[in-house]
């Protein structure tokens, strides 16, 4: 355990004391958010197939709006008041924001990300060469691989609290079609592909569309293609449908990076995008 570290988790213990006038503390949590800024921390990351969450992270997240007051900023034409700043420094990063699109300071945007107009909280962590298009939402601390594509209007739900809750993960070369919401810590596989409009937290059973068999609750595996769908139930007040996700395809391994193959497969289950 390092030395911030430990003194972050020390003055979390305090935290109902702590106030901008906290000298000490706050300059230990500005450097924990300037480090995930940086990229030289995360919140979470996935090591041996787990996701495995760095509580102390958190801990500064929360302590850090304790820690500051309200200050105005702008951003051209656009007037804010606020806790924490908005990043910048966009073409030294190697990142693209078009107009509209904005990133919290103690995100991390790695290298070749484009951001549309959107929107990217603390904490979150965005790899190399991921697309976020227009009115995406990163919510605090998702961890969003590389290659991903955001389609237009995809809600990531923030996770902040309690601080050892894992944050939504979304792994490398997945695609997430428009209007998709995944929340309260669910997760899609590796080059996983959703469906527009999927729905998937993990009190969402996701099902084999061949075998009915419910493969998880809030996880769509690796190279899977799925989209949201209903199941019937039974209740004492009548039948009524609940969500699921539905697997309706595996992607071939020669398939995975072919565009014009995901399209084909796509079309075949009468799945949009």
């Known amino acids: ?47 041996d197939g787990e996701v495995v969450v760095h509580e102390w992270v958190k801990f500064a997240i929360l302590m850090l709006f304790r820690l500051r007051g309200l200050e105005p900023s702008e951003a051209g034409p656009f007037h804010y008041l606020d806790k924490l700043d908005l990043k910048s420094n966009y073409a030294e990063a190697g990142v693209r924001v078009v107009p509209g699109g904005s990133a919290r300071r103690g995100s991390f945007l790695s290298p070749g990300v484009i951001l549309m107009p959107s929107y990217v909280n603390i904490g979150a962590w965005v790899g190399p060469g991921t697309m976020v298009d227009t009115w995406a939402t990163v919510g605090s601390c998702a961890q969003i691989g590389a290659n991903v594509h955001l389609a237009g209007g995809v809600g990531i739900g923030g996770v902040l609290e309690p601080p050892n809750a894992k944050p939504v993960v979304i792994e490398d070369d997945a695609f997430i079609g428009s209007r998709c919401m995944i929340t309260e810590g669910a997760r899609v596989g590796k080059g996983a592909v959703l469906g527009s409009g999927t729905i998937l937290n993990p009190s969402i059973p996701v099902i084999d569309a061949q075998t009915g068999e419910e493969l998880s609750r809030g996880y769509v595996p690796d190279y899977c293609v799925a989209v949201g769908a209903s199941r019937r139930r039974e209740y004492p007040g009548g039948e009524f449908f609940l969500p699921c996700v539905l697997v309706v395809s595996r992607i071939p391994e020669g398939e995975r990076h072919n565009k014009a193959a995901l399209n084909a497969i796509l079309r075949d289950n009468g799945i949009a995008t």
């Not at 935290?15 to 979470?44: C, H, M, N, W």
């Open 1 to 47: 355990m390092s030395d911030l570290q430990q003194r972050i988790i020390g003055w979390y213990e305090q935290i109902g004391t702590l106030t901008p006038e906290s000298i000490e503390a706050r300059r230990d949590v500005e450097l924990v958010i300037a480090k995930l800024d940086e990229g030289s921390l995360r919140v979470a990351e996935i090591v």
